[in-house]
């Protein structure tokens, strides 16, 4: 069973507006984190931004913030005033900590979606 | 600090030939992996360690051996290379096994023909 699931290969968002990227996900861990990643046209992985299972309040980065749903298992990245610089492939990813589904510590990965940023 | 570094960046191989992707870290991680990303497949674990002399099997790793024999270097060699290696291969360290801090190298590109 997939345990990221980013529904969105594609997405378009006028520069200056906000932009919700989605992720679900799937782990009977009680503790576990989840990530964001940019991966722009170079090709490097960059991190935005992280969620802990604990964590009360929602994580923010600047002009990232994560709109975390525990119980719908929700993790949906929202980018506000997007830049053109913000073009790129986003992945949600989890780490499950306490290895109930034997892959304690490993990052797995959704498809990703492409942003691309009108101008 | 060079946090982690691959090399090469990019590779063109022979189908058949063997290569060894070299991954090294300078910040004592004791968790270090590899992943590999095709295209519309996000990034798929192939091996990993979570210290010196101890390695275990991800989601793809047929094809692919790794050894840890010390903390800081995390080799992946391709012992006879196909064309379904094609790809862009990622290495990642951190402390351990948990928390958000996870460094990834640059990525090689690796191409099989």
């Known amino acids: 069973a997939q345990k990221i699931t980013q529904t969105q290969p594609g997405m378009f968002v006028q520069e200056k507006e906000a932009v919700t990227l989605d992720c679900t996900y799937d782990t009977s861990d009680p503790s576990y984190g989840l990530f964001w990643y940019k991966q722009p046209s170079s090709g490097e992985m960059i991190f935005l931004i992280y969620q802990g299972s604990y964590d009360q309040q929602n994580a923010t980065e600047g002009r990232y913030s994560l709109n975390f749903q525990k119980a719908r298992k929700s993790a949906n990245l929202v980018i506000s005033a997007s830049q053109l610089g913000d073009s790129a492939m986003y992945f949600c990813a989890m780490r499950e900590f306490l290895n109930y589904g034997g892959s304690q510590g490993n990052l797995i990965f959704g498809k990703g979606t492409k942003l691309s940023v009108k101008p | ?113």
């Open chain 2, 1 to 113: 600090n060079a946090g982690v570094t691959q090399t090469p960046k990019f590779q063109v191989l022979k189908t058949g030939q063997s290569m060894t992707l070299q991954c090294a870290q300078d910040m004592n991680h004791e968790y270090m992996s590899w992943y590999r990303q095709d295209p519309g497949m996000g990034l798929r674990l192939i091996h990993y360690s979570v210290g010196a002399g101890i390695t275990d099997q991800g989601e793809v790793p047929n094809g692919y051996n790794v050894s840890r024999s010390t903390t800081e270097d995390f080799p992946l060699r391709l012992l006879s290379a196909a064309p379904s290696q094609t790809s862009v291969y990622f290495c990642a360290s951190s402390k351990g096994t948990g928390g958000n801090t996870i460094y990834f190298g640059e990525g090689s590109w690796l191409t099989v023909v």
